[in-house]
């Protein structure tokens, strides 16, 4: 009970010029992208012009604007769940919002949430803030507000029009959009001519390009199995094939399959001295001491990225037949 009092002796909050912003009205139902929502405002305190407290300041979160009673959009990044598949976040996520997102210039006190629909988010959702005093007052910007254990409506507090977070299914790009740029890593500089052509590591990018010919940045990627080999033909004593690892986006990590040990060759395995950024990394490396073995894992690999936006892509890197260190997407 003395807690109570002590808060309730607390200088009564006031808040005025209240605005609820959408910097973007859409997001990508894939959990990962984030739309940024702000809410600008002028506080008192006893009368008397401040900011909110930090304790104001943290409890500042989200609802349904037509249900507040059980509408709470819950964090995720403090306890997983969602609310029809919405979750709120406090700080964010670094993946490039929806195209449609604009940003206004701050004024007065600005604070910031996030919100990310799932793939269950298929339905719009009105968005609204809920601040709580020091003084256990609570503001809420439907205009439903608490003030000394009473709950009244507050017309200014109101905040019914632009506030409509839309969920929008991911871009999914075609085995088209992915492009594979391919460089050299380490040519070896051997005596013999023909070894030295055909004893190598390169490394080959895959990034994704948008329809408008920009490229869309890659968060993280991984193949499925890490590595696979392939000999142009495999007639007896044929012992020049290419290999692949891969390396995800900002890494220098080689990630190799395990069914490749043993049967890397004599030549020492590659190393990425700096990190791709926004692309990931096929390493291609090219032996002539590696003779075939059943079961060799030849068939194409499984990329699986995840984009800028944080939808996933999905596609098929594999061997060109015919060639022998070609790669190509399907």
């Known amino acids: 009970m003395a807690g109570k009092d002590r808060l309730r002796a607390a200088p009564k909050l006031g808040l005025t010029n209240v605005e609820v912003t959408l910097e973007q009205t859409k997001v990508y139902r894939n959990g990962r992208q984030q739309a940024r929502l702000r809410l600008d405002l002028e506080s008192t305190h006893g009368g008397k012009v401040s900011d909110l407290t930090p304790s104001e300041i943290a409890s500042i979160a989200l609802l349904d604007y037509h249900d507040t009673e059980s509408g709470a959009i819950p964090f995720s990044d403090d306890s997983p769940g969602a609310y ?3 979750s709120a976040q406090h700080s964010y996520r670094g993946y490039e919002p929806h195209p449609d997102a604009s940003r206004k210039p701050r004024a007065r006190q600005s604070y910031f949430l996030y919100v990310s629909a799932d793939a269950k988010a298929v339905e719009t959702v009105d968005l609204s803030f809920l601040i709580k005093g020091d003084d256990l007052s609570i503001w809420r910007t439907n205009g439903k507000v608490t003030i000394d254990g009473v709950e009244q409506t507050l017309e200014s507090m109101d905040k019914k029009v632009g506030i409509t977070m839309t969920p929008v299914a991911p871009v999914k790009y075609p085995s088209s959009a992915i492009v594979l740029d391919r460089h050299p890593l380490d040519r070896r500089g051997l ?17 994704i390009q948008r329809v408008d010919g920009t490229a869309l940045g890659i968060r993280a990627m991984s193949c499925e199995p890490a590595s696979m080999i392939h000999w142009l033909n495999k007639l007896p004593g044929t012992t020049n094939p290419c290999f692949t690892g891969y ?4 890494q220098t990590t080689i990630h190799w399959s395990t069914d490749m040990t043993g049967h890397f060759g004599s030549v020492a395995l590659p190393a990425l001295a700096s990190a791709e950024t926004d692309v990931g990394v096929i390493v291609l490396s090219g032996r002539v ?6 079961d060799a894992p ?4 499984k990329v ?6 944080g939808s996933e892509q999905v596609c098929h890197i594999g061997f ?10 399907t």
């Open 304 to 309: 699986t990225m995840t984009d800028a936006h």
């Open 84 to 86: 029809k598949g919405w």
């Open 191 to 207: 005596a013999d001519a023909t070894k030295a052509a055909a004893i190598f590591d390169e490394i080959v990018t895959v990034s």
């Open 289 to 294: 001491d590696i003779p075939t073995w059943n």
């Open 320 to 329: 060109v037949k015919g060639e022998r260190d070609e790669l190509i997407v």
């Open 298 to 301: 030849e068939d194409p690999v």
């Open 247 to 250: 390396a995800e986006p900002g």
